[in-house]
């Protein structure tokens, strides 16, 4: 019901800057939160960002927490992740996810579960 197309990733230094996005088309009024999950080689993949399109309330996880920043545009059903100070561990494929876990609790927001539409992923290498 909803096609979600990421773009931005690519391979910096440590300590450098990338600017991933998502863009979401189809039934995107069927949206109440848009995440970001990463997933390095041979892990699992793990909770980056959320943002609620009904309070705009943002989460991130400790291990970025400072660092990344989410963001949303609703005009253009845009959903950003600024990435700063990047660290070697921050190594990933990074995918946007879209569906309605509850805002309220962490355990939703931070499981793949309650997510119902995703992207191809996009590749983050950051070397030391």
């Known amino acids: 019901q909803v096609q979600l197309v990421e773009s931005g990733g690519g391979s910096v230094q440590a300590g450098g800057s990338l600017r991933l996005s998502c863009a979401a088309s189809?039934?995107?009024?069927?949206?109440?939160?848009t995440g970001w999950f990463r997933q390095a080689p041979g892990k699992e993949r793990e909770f980056v960002a959320a943002?609620?399109?009904?309070?705009?309330?943002?989460f991130y996880a400790d291990s970025v927490k400072g660092r990344f920043t989410i963001s949303r545009d609703n005009a253009k059903n845009t959903v950003y992740l600024q990435m700063n100070s990047l660290k070697p561990e921050d190594t990933a494929v990074y995918y946007c996810?879209?569906?309605?876990?509850?805002?309220?609790?962490?355990?939703?927001?931070?499981?793949?579960?309650?997510?119902?539409?995703w992207g191809q992923g996009t590749q983050v290498t950051v070397s030391s």
């Open positions: 189809g039934r995107t009024f069927s949206i109440y939160t």
């Open positions: 943002i609620s399109w009904t309070t705009s309330n943002t």
């Open positions: 996810a879209a569906g309605r876990p509850s805002a309220l609790a962490w355990l939703s927001l931070t499981t793949p579960d309650k997510y119902t539409d």
